[in-house]
């Protein structure tokens, strides 16, 4: 996959510093990714303690590196010098590339792109991390819809080695070239998928999920599922998979799968997630999902 991915990288800019909005776990995520990797990134937030949080996160994580001896306390300085946390757009003007990863909200998503264009120069891609929102509804108020595109990463950024980078209906070549060599330039697996609900990821993950739904809803305990799909060899089964994605994010991405593939996806019959939704049990984040945490 790689090798298609760095030929198509050449026809990209070669992204020399990068931006990403947003500093909460994805945010922070791609900011310690990316200044691992040595690309400088400018973090922004519209708040100072998420900002700290993305930072300490960052340095948490190059901690641990150092305790296994991969890293001196040298190279974490100059990791953390690489990530510049801000709350205004001072620097904005002289990044290739910003990732968009703010809340996954529709109105919030097209507010921060339309502000974050008349601030960067005519050709810095624009990518947004959304897992549910379609990229050519996004780039809608756009004045350069051509330099937007979709650069879906997933949690935790450090582990997950697939990117996929959505091409909207206006997306330009350049563009999808660029974010490809970003992610690269991050130690990714890039794979470029057209716009549709769910990408590419999700729309195998979610009928998965639905199948295991419908399992458990025929009185198959979930324990039971989850060991099995482990003894065919699967790092983990569905709902241990759903507690880490979140409780809360998956039901809201079964509810957009639905309504994208109303034909396959049918989600208005109760269900084991929106059980667990209900019961107020959103997974590790919250510390009780089909598990829990302590
Ligand atoms: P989060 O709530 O942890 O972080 C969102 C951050 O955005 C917060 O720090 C918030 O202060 C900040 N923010 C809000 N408005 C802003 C603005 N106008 N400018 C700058 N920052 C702003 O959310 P998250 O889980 O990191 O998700 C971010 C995006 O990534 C969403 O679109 C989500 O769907 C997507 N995503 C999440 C996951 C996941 O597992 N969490 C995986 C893949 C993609």
Known sequence: VNRIAKKLAREGVHVRASAVLGAGIMGGGIAYQSASRGVRIVMKDIAEPALELGLSEAAKLLGKRIERGKLTPADMAATLGR???TLGYGDFGEVDLVVEAVVEKEEVKKAVLADVEGRVRPGTVLASNTSTISITRLAEGLQRPGDFCGMHFFNPVHKMPLVEVIRGA?????AVA????YALALGKTPVVVNDCPGFLVNRILFPYFAAFNLLVGEGVDFLRIDRLLEKFGWP????YLLDVVGIDTARHAAAVMAKGFPDRMDD????ALKAMFEAGRFGQKNGKGFYRYV
């Open 170 to 174: 206006l997306t330009s070549d350049a």
């Open 236 to 239: 983990m089964g569905p709902a």
């Open 178 to 181: 660029t974010t490809v060599g």
């Open 268 to 271: 208005s019959g109760p269900s």
């Open 83 to 85: 990530i510049r946390p």
